[in-house]
């Protein structure tokens, strides 16, 4: 299992590498032209970052997560940032919570006009406990990968929804679980 994850990690960031040597050509909302006729990228574009809400709803963990998401773009589609989230079991026998928090890297781009597609990985760490039948409490590392759509809904506003593995490696109880997310982004530039 650490040696998936290892490889994951290690494939994902070789492509970002990869993506961010080749030379990135200017559009016309991250560029504008000198006196030379020469394109140079818009200060603004490069302090662009998104902030957004979500839901992560996890079947197998029996508990929907809420939280947010802040991201600042490195190149006109890689960008990195944090995340943080947490959820409450509940139920006629159980109870409990679980909290993740990580950094997250990711890589985006178009596919429509309107719509364009968003993948990277989440890592970090979480944490847990529940009570019931038997009282469990774990923590330890958390990678979780993801890929997802994007639409343009506003001018400035976003709605994703992905899909992601939530792994923890050294959780009997909280690990290997599919997520659906649903995401709202509010870009600042």
Do not use: C
Not at 48 to 62: H, N, Q
Not at 145 to 170: L, Q
């Amino acid at each position: 299992m650490k040696n998936i994850i290892i490889l994951l990690i290690s494939i994902f960031f070789s492509v970002q590498v990869l993506a961010q040597s080749q030379e990135v050509l200017p559009t016309d909302e991250t560029s504008k032209t000198n006196l030379a006729g020469q394109y140079i990228y818009a200060d603004s574009y490069f302090k662009k970052s998104k902030t957004g809400i979500v839901l992560k709803y996890a079947p197998t963990l029996t508990t929907m997560f809420y939280g947010w998401r802040f991201v600042v773009y490195n190149t006109e589609k890689f960008f990195i940032g944090g995340t943080g989230f947490t959820g409450q079991f509940g139920g006629p026998t159980e109870f409990g919570t679980l909290t993740t928090a990580g950094l997250t890297a990711g890589y985006d781009f178009t596919i429509f006009d309107d719509i364009y597609v968003d993948w990277g990985i989440t890592a970090g760490g979480a944490g847990g406990r529940s009570s019931g039948t038997k009282t469990i409490s774990e923590g330890g590392v958390l990678v979780e990968p993801w890929f997802g759509f994007n639409h343009k809904v506003g001018e400035n506003t976003d709605f994703n929804y992905s899909f992601s593995w939530f792994m923890m490696p050294n959780s009997l109880n909280y690990n290997n679980a599919l997520s659906f997310n649903l995401r709202i982004d509010f870009i600042i530039n």
